[in-house]
């Protein structure tokens, strides 16, 4: 028997849960979905959303890259600004010494966004694609994360 009555159906929400399947910026992957798309009205309604159910069991790196990419997208270079120093400072103490250099390099391609360095960017992205043929991302045939990167670059070199 099918139940179509309005009281069964369920509706996804953005509500955060305490559960292991918090709306916070771990799913930051269906926001850069969104920009690759050129979702623009998406894009910024779920990265608001994002940003406003924040968890607190997440990684603070990954609170500052989301809080960066998200400033970047529709220009909101104050917070872009406060969460690229964080960044290019690294010293995130769950990271070890490796990743904290990789979230220094991410802040400074961020940085170069900013300041329009379209060859900083460009040497981002191309570090980022010889490391993924190494074998990091093997697998992955689309990485939403380098792409959101190059999508942002271009939309602030057009303006």
């Known amino acids: 028997m ?25 799913q930051l992957n269906k926001w850069e979905a969104a920009v690759v798309a050129g979702a623009e009205e998406l894009a910024v309604d779920l990265g608001s959303r994002l940003l406003q159910a924040e968890g607190t069991v997440i990684h603070s790196f990954q609170i500052h890259r989301g809080k960066a990419l998200y400033g970047l997208f529709p220009r909101d270079i104050s917070m872009a600004e406060e969460t690229i120093c964080s960044l290019k400072e690294g010293g995130f103490p769950r990271l070890n010494t490796t990743a904290n250099e990789s979230a220094q390099r991410l802040g400074q391609a ?25 074998g990091y991302h093997s697998g992955v045939f689309l990485n939403l994360d380098l792409l959101a990167v190059a999508k942002i670059a271009a939309r602030w070199k057009r303006r």
């Open 2 to 26: 099918c139940c179509m009555s309005k009281n069964c159906l369920s509706i996804p929400t953005m509500q955060k849960t305490d559960g292991p399947y918090e709306v916070d910026l771990h």
């Open 110 to 134: 961020f940085q170069d966004i900013l300041s329009q360095n379209e060859q900083g960017v460009n040497d981002y992205l191309t570090e980022q694609l010889n490391c993924e043929r190494k």
